[in-house]
């Protein structure tokens, strides 16, 4: 089977202003969230752990022996492109 690799996708920046808005709490509070996730993150990849971070309704992040998977769960590769084109790519992998 053939995967999907960091040079394949695209980085985008996360604007978490809209994030704050769209689930309703404060800006600060997403950006603490966001930086204490890349520190645990960065940290556990430093330390070559194996750990999931469980993101509720987005996916889950795997990292086994110093590779990183994202898993997105369906729906919301669906919500966030109408045409099925993103949710296709990934449910194919």
Not at 21 to 34: A, G, N, Q, S, T
Not at 38 to 57: E, H, I, M, Q, Y
Request: aromatic letters at 10%; a positive charge.
């Amino acid at each position: 089977l053939g995967g999907l690799f960091a040079e394949d996708l695209e980085a985008v920046e996360v604007i978490y202003p809209e994030v704050a808005l769209r689930l309703r709490v404060p800006k600060k509070k997403v950006l603490k969230c966001i930086e204490a996730t890349t520190k645990v993150f960065v940290w556990a990849l430093s330390k070559g752990k194996n750990v999931d971070f469980v993101f509720r309704n987005v996916g889950i992040l795997v990292c086994r022996e110093g590779r990183v998977t994202m898993r997105f769960y369906e729906n919301l590769l669906r919500d966030v492109d109408r045409t099925g084109k993103l949710a296709n790519a990934f449910l194919q992998v």
